[in-house]
């Protein structure tokens, strides 16, 4: 019987399922080596459905055509396609949004942010 609660849940299982980051997904829909590479590092014998039936934008595999035409019409997989069509954080990106910057780009940053203050405080006056 399965377990109802903890680890072996069937709910819980497949909430810690290992997912491809949206960043690598990224990465393998712009280059066919990457996506390549990641695809030999499993043997296809392993793989469900001999490896032939993969969403890229979801790093799955489906054991049949059928599956995986249904996955691809279902809401999971639109959702995918839609997160992926947003480019993906940066290291840099997220650095600069809690304040670390490279010293050669603060400098910049903080003569944006006077000029911006300049322009406020006129349109106040009027
Ligand atoms: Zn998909």
New binding site residues.
């Given amino acids: 019987m399965p377990a109802i609660r903890g680890p072996q849940s069937k709910s819980k299982a497949r909430r810690h399922a290992a997912v491809r980051g949206l960043d690598l997904v990224h990465a393998d829909l712009h280059s066919k080596k990457h996506l390549e590479q990641h695809l030999s590092s499993k043997a296809f014998e392993e793989l469900p459905g001999g490896g032939l039936w993969y969403?890229v934008?979801?790093a799955?595999h489906y054991e049949s055509e059928p599956n995986f035409v249904k996955?691809?019409k279902g809401k999971?997989?639109k959702r995918?396609v839609r997160q992926l069509k947003e480019e993906p954080y940066t290291q840099k990106e997220a650095e600069a949004a809690t304040g670390l910057t490279t010293d050669n780009g603060r400098k910049k940053a903080d003569e944006e942010m006077a000029i911006d203050v300049d322009v406020v405080e006129e349109d106040e006056v009027k």
């Fill in positions: 969403c934008e979801c799955t996955h691809q999971p997989h995918r």
